[in-house]
């Protein structure tokens, strides 16, 4: 389907299931953490979906393949990208499951419903605003920094968005994952699934992935990190099969070592 492209705005291939998603260097491109975030969640094979601070809709693009899930929304504050979502919408015509809201996550359960959704994902902004002078790009700045909400805020939306064992999947940086288990203690979605993200073996992690459910019990389980890179530069072979469109998520328990690795011996 064509779809207008405004002034530094370009096409990119999401490398699966045929679809396309439009881009502008003016404005937070997507980048590996949406990518892992839609690719570690538990999606439910059919049900109600919403993504939070979804900026131009990638996440729910990638979620369209893994569900047959008939109502997946996008909710994004920022107008442009919000227009980008709904244009990436058209672009692959999933106009019947995908839906692009332009609205703030604070108030959005009172526009699509509360306590309705099996699933809400979110790749909010990393970090609190800078003291000093921001990002003089105001898309970048609202997607790096908490202009239009804070970390519980995020929290305390899904939540109300959520249904009892509906679950709630985040992607953060790992120095702020005791905060994220607080508020979302705090605001009743049990942390479940914990899985750190390390450009390769001997360095820190820098991102965490987390899955909450709903009113769940406590226990929760801390999966085998993600290695992005193997010696010479390559994506890890997990992290190759969904980033190519092989497979539509990551182990769900993890990375497995080969067969023929030392640590698998004896």
């Not at 442009?80 to 019947?96: V, Y």
């Not at 790096?144 to 953060?172: I, N, P, Q």
């Not at 530069?233 to 190519?244: I, M």
């Amino acid at each position: 389907m064509q779809v207008a492209l405004h002034e530094t705005e370009r096409i990119d291939d999401l490398l699966t299931h045929d679809l396309k998603i439009i881009q502008s260097e003016e404005v937070f491109a997507f980048s590996l953490d949406a990518v892992l975030l839609a690719r570690f969640c538990t999606v439910p094979p059919r049900g109600k979906i919403v993504d939070l601070c979804s900026g131009n809709g990638v996440i729910p693009l990638l979620l369209s393949t893994r569900t047959a899930a008939g109502e997946i929304w996008g909710v994004e504050i920022q107008e442009r990208l919000a227009g980008m979502g709904k244009r990436n919408i058209e672009l692959n015509g999933l106009q019947e499951r995908l839906h692009m809201v332009h609205a703030d996550l604070k108030q959005i359960h009172r526009t699509l419903g509360a306590s309705q959704y099996d699933l809400v994902t979110v790749n909010p902004p990393y970090l609190p605003v800078p003291a000093g002078e921001q990002n003089r790009n105001e898309h970048v700045a609202a997607a790096r920094h908490e202009l239009f909400c804070t970390l519980e805020d995020v929290v305390a939306s899904s939540a109300k968005l959520l249904k009892a064992g509906g679950k709630m999947a985040m992607v953060h940086r790992p120095n702020r994952l005791v905060d994220i288990c607080t508020w979302m203690r705090q605001y009743r979605v049990e942390p479940k699934r914990v899985r750190f993200v390390h450009p390769r073996q001997g360095e820190e992690a820098m991102m965490v992935l987390i899955e909450g459910i709903r009113d769940g019990k406590a226990d929760m389980r801390t999966l085998p990190p993600l290695f992005v890179h193997e010696e010479g530069g390559r994506y890890c072979g997990e992290l190759h099969a969904v980033f190519y469109g092989e497979k539509s998520e990551l182990e769900p328990g993890g990375q497995k070592a080969p067969e023929n690795d030392e640590r698998n011996r004896g």
